[in-house]
């Protein structure tokens, strides 16, 4: 777990980490994926509502009682206002259409919506999963694609932010870095000894 903590003076970064569970990621933030009809059913949110309760869902239901919809648009961000386990704070993203289709531009827009949402400081961490790869049939490298052309404007907008891009599938992760230009170069063999 020592790996993933803060470490504050470092320049903002993107690293794609392997974990089964994001919740077990000690981060100070944390940005959820989901459906318009923020409704909490699987995935991150499904994690969510099975470690900390009900009563997230019921805030997110609240919340569209209130603004007097059934469901929010692609790229909707959504803090909640009570507290979730060690938390700063934690954004539901609404990163599906209600056709359940997903863009790299989608991508873009909720990451930089989600961040700017949460206001993360230099020296904190956000966790947050490959959007759209489930339910949204994104591929891993359209993600990984997306995560890079945006990269320089989310570490721009958080500087000093260290920003975990969480997967769960071991497979994965090397196909996300490499996609998101964030593997390491690989050794030439032609070198001359």
Request: aromatic share 8%; net charge negative.
């Amino acid at each position: 777990m020592d790996l993933y903590k803060n470490r504050p003076g470092l320049p903002a970064s993107i690293e794609v980490i392997h974990n089964e569970n994001i919740l077990n990621v000690a981060s100070d933030y944390l940005i959820s994926s989901g459906n318009p009809q923020l409704n909490m059913s699987g995935g991150v949110n499904g994690a969510l509502l099975l470690t900390f309760g009900n009563s997230l869902q019921e805030e997110l239901h609240q919340h569209l009682k209130d603004a007097g919809v059934s469901w929010m648009p692609p790229g909707y961000c959504y803090q909640w206002k009570q507290a979730i386990g060690n938390y700063k704070g934690v954004v539901y993203c609404v990163t599906v259409d209600r056709e359940y289709q997903f863009s790299k531009d989608l991508v873009q827009r909720t990451i930089l919506s989600a961040s700017r949402l949460l206001q993360p400081q230099a020296g904190e961490s956000v966790a947050f999963p490959a959007f759209g790869t489930g339910y949204g049939h994104l591929s891993k490298a359209d993600f990984g694609a997306a995560i890079k052309d945006v990269s320089a404007e989310l570490l721009q907008a958080c500087p000093g932010t260290r920003f975990f891009l969480v997967e769960r599938n071991i497979h994965s992760v090397e196909e996300l870095k490499e996609s998101a230009g964030l593997a390491a170069p690989k050794a030439n063999d032609d070198s001359v000894e």
